[in-house]
């Protein structure tokens, strides 16, 4: 039965009755499992990593990076999921498709974390429009070979929870949605750095790639 409010269906509550009513077979059980774990181990971490760079006060809750367009499109995914495991069930048994979902989700991750560990303090999730005292152009380790590992990292991780799930609508919908979100962003972000650093940055954002396709 779905639930209703208003007349309105309930978005997550809908999620949840098709979840019970989908057949949960190896391959959806282990696909559904990965995608909780990835997902909040990446928030979690995140967070944390947050507050050991910056201190607990200076750390809020908009650290766990959980928007309500975020929460939106994950339950847009997990209703994805839901409805084509009713309707299309061999749909989410191509286990090698989960695979290599499963190999983009910890490429991103890892590649996200080495991003936040190597820049440290200079990390922030807000773009920063003031220059401070402990800001550094960040060059070495994996910024040697992307001037936006973060976003870079992000974009693939995001992307890979859907190939996780087999989920073919939202896969495209995620990897629009984020190249459209960061291709306007880097651009913004970079006018500060420029500010910031002059000529040292410019030379930099000559000889490295920002790190998502199409966005120079």
């Known amino acids: 039965m779905l639930h209703l409010i208003g007349g309105v269906p309930n978005i997550r509550a809908l999620v949840y009755d098709l979840m019970l009513a989908a057949p949960m077979t190896s391959t959806a059980s282990w696909q559904v499992l990965g995608f909780l774990v990835a997902v909040i ?16 006060s200076n750390v809020t809750l ?3 990076l959980i928007s309500k367009n975020y929460v939106i499109a994950m339950t847009c995914a ?4 839901a409805i084509e495991s009713l309707l299309f069930p061999s749909l989410k048994e191509h286990w090698w498709v989960s695979s290599i979902g499963l190999l983009m989700v ?3 991750e890892f590649i996200r974390k080495a991003a936040v560990l190597t820049a ?3 990390f922030t999730h807000m773009i920063r429009r003031n220059h401070e005292d402990d800001h550094e152009l960040i060059t070495h380790g994996i910024y040697r070979f992307i001037r936006h590992p973060g976003y870079s990292g992000f974009f693939i991780w995001a992307a890979g929870t859907q190939v996780m799930l087999c989920n073919p609508v939202s896969t495209i919908g995620f990897i629009t949605v984020l190249w459209r979100f960061f291709s306007t962003r880097i651009p913004y972000e970079e006018f500060f750095l420029r500010q910031f650093f002059g000529s040292q940055y410019v030379e930099y954002a000559r000889r490295v790639p920002s790190g998502l396709p199409f966005v120079r």
């Open 62 to 64: 908009s650290s766990l």
């Open 78 to 81: 997990l209703l994805e999921y």
């Open 120 to 122: 440290g303090q200079s």
């Open 41 to 56: 181990f990446f928030h979690s971490s995140e967070y944390m990593l947050a507050i050991f760079f910056h201190g607990r």
């Open 106 to 108: 910890l490429f991103g």
